[in-house]
């Protein structure tokens, strides 16, 4: 069992920056395959962000230059750096596991969400 508990939402303005963290528990954390993703109100619940255990990452078109993702393996978190931020970035944002590290944009654990809201 992975329990991952999101910080870092918030009220921002358009144009500003936010940086999202999420702490996972488990000894294997370098292993992990990791993401980031959000729901809007009425839409569903879309992967943005993700990073393999090598480091690798992937980027949804929408936030691919303006968010980053990132690993610290010494304090078992995972980063979502978010820049120039649009009001259509207005989400929950989840964090999520895939402990096995194999299975690329498909989490068996999941966080429980940080509003993130971007006004004008």
């Known amino acids: 069992q992975v329990q991952l508990v999101e910080s870092g939402g918030g009220l921002v303005q358009a144009g500003d920056s936010l940086t999202l963290s999420c702490v996972a528990s488990g000894r294997r954390f370098s292993g992990y395959g990791m993401g980031w993703a959000r729901q809007a109100p009425g839409k569903e619940r879309e992967v943005i962000a993700a990073?393999?255990?090598?480091?690798?990452?992937y980027y949804v078109d929408s936030v691919r230059g303006r968010f980053t993702i990132s690993k610290d393996n010494t304090k078992n978190t995972v980063y979502l750096q978010m820049s120039s931020l649009k009001l259509e970035d207005t989400a929950v944002y989840y964090c999520?596991?895939?402990?096995?590290?194999?299975?690329?944009?498909?989490?068996?654990?999941w966080g429980q969400g940080t509003q993130v809201t971007v006004s004008s």
């Open positions: 999520a596991a895939d402990p096995t590290g194999l299975r690329p944009l498909n989490y068996d654990y």
């Open positions: 990073i393999s255990s090598g480091g690798s990452t």
